[in-house]
């Protein structure tokens, strides 16, 4: 599967954007999806996740301000990301789970996409 992720940009703190990955191959729906970031000089972060049967699960550092969903027919799956602070400030990838492995581990995700810059900044 190829993904191909897009709607970075620049936003002051407390706004909000919304990022779209859409996926092209075959058995989009059978794909645990996540988002991912990566900070300068810090580790990948696994964000958010969603199941094939759309159990979500998002690190602490963003409950309650971002939300995952996914669109089947669609082969996409966005990220709503609302109160962003400038600590959200990274490259955003998408990226899928064979529906074997585990949505909410890193180590669970097969494919990746390119990735987006979100910057969070006044």
């Known amino acids: 599967v190829q993904l191909q992720a897009s709607g970075g940009g620049l936003v002051q703190p407390g706004g909000s954007l919304k990022l779209s990955c859409v996926a092209s191959?075959?058995?989009?729906?059978?794909?645990?999806m996540g988002w991912f970031r990566r900070a300068p000089g810090k580790e990948r972060e696994l964000v958010a996740g969603i199941s094939s049967g759309g159990n979500s699960y998002y690190a602490d550092s963003v409950k309650g301000r971002f939300t995952i969903s996914r669109d089947n027919s669609k082969g996409a799956v966005y990220l709503q990301m609302n109160s962003l602070k400038p600590e959200d400030t990274a490259v955003y990838y998408c990226?899928?789970?064979?529906?074997?492995?585990?949505?909410?581990?890193?180590?669970?995700?097969?494919?990746w996409g390119q990735g987006t810059q979100v910057t969070v900044s006044s």
């Open positions: 990226a899928a789970s064979s529906y074997y492995k585990d949505y909410r581990s890193i180590r669970g995700y097969d494919y």
């Open positions: 191959g075959r058995s989009f729906s059978t794909y645990g």
